[in-house]
T-cell receptor
Framework: NAGVTQTPKFQVLKTGQSMTLQCAQD?????MSWYRQDPGMGLRLIHY???????DQGEVPNGYNVSRSTTEDFPLRLLSAAPSQTSVYFC??????????????FGAGSRLTVL | GDSVTQMEGPVTLSEEAFLTINCTYTATGYPSLFWYVQYPGEGLQLLLKATKADDKGSNKGFEATYRKETTSFHLEKGSVQVSDSAVYFCALLNTNAGKSTFGDGTTLTVKP
């Protein structure tokens, strides 16, 4: 099983462009989330979802949209990219899967650069 | 809101030295506590966890005890190896809110 799969691994955008970071999990987890990781700032929660059709904002939601039409997928959309969105993005899912209840399983990350 | 505070890094140790990384938290209710580890170029992976007061999580020689009275979850290892070099994150899960909150991470470098 793949666990949590993120694509793309690397992306360069110009200011104002839009794009979608994909996230898929095969563990039937109800909970999915997106974090961004910046030097010296740890992990900050962008958006999360506790099940299909349900999403909520995290700590830093501005400039990002999400949707959860299926249990497996949780894409993150950048509507109009800005240099401040240059970061490494991690998708994580959680539930009573292989790792046990309440444990997050992370994808390998997507490194985004906005010029 | 919930918060996690980790000791600032980076931390540099010699092989076989004793490791402590401090972690304290603020949360409502009774959160679950975790340590995650991130190796270079990879995502985070679970190192250990504790779900209630006085629980001890352990894995790969690392240990941490859930101390409700001091709201702490310090990570310890008796003898570190070069392969333990990584970034370590303390985290809590607020089961009421369904969200995890992470500390800023502590970079550990172990020299031979």
């Amino acid at each position: 099983n793949a666990g949590v799969t993120q694509t793309p691994k690397f992306q360069v955008l110009k200011t104002g462009q839009s794009m979608t970071l994909q996230c898929a999990q095969d563990m039937n987890h109800e909970y999915m989330s997106w974090y961004r990781q910046d030097p010296g700032m740890g992990l900050r929660l962008i958006h999360y979802s506790v099940g299909a059709g349900i999403t909520d904002q995290g700590e830093v939601p501005n400039g990002y949209n999400v949707s959860r039409s299926t249990t497996e997928d949780f894409p993150l959309r950048l509507l109009s990219a800005a240099p401040s969105q240059t970061s490494v993005y991690f998708c994580a899912s959680g539930g009573t899967g292989r790792s046990g209840a309440n444990v997050l399983t992370f994808g390998a990350g997507s490194r985004l650069t906005v010029l | 809101g919930d918060s996690v505070t980790q000791m600032e890094g980076p931390v540099t140790l010699s092989e076989e030295a004793f490791l402590t990384i401090n972690c304290t938290y603020t949360a409502t209710g009774y959160p679950s506590l975790f340590w995650y580890v991130q190796y270079p170029g990879e995502g985070l992976q679970l190192l250990l966890k504790a779900t209630k007061a006085d629980d001890k999580g352990s894995n790969k020689g690392f240990e941490a005890t859930y101390r409700k009275e001091t709201t702490s979850f310090h990570l310890e290892k008796g003898s570190v190896q070069v392969s333990d070099s990584a970034v370590y994150f303390c985290a809590l899960l607020n089961t009421n809110a369904g969200k995890s909150t992470f500390g800023d991470g502590t970079t550990l470098t172990v020299k031979p």
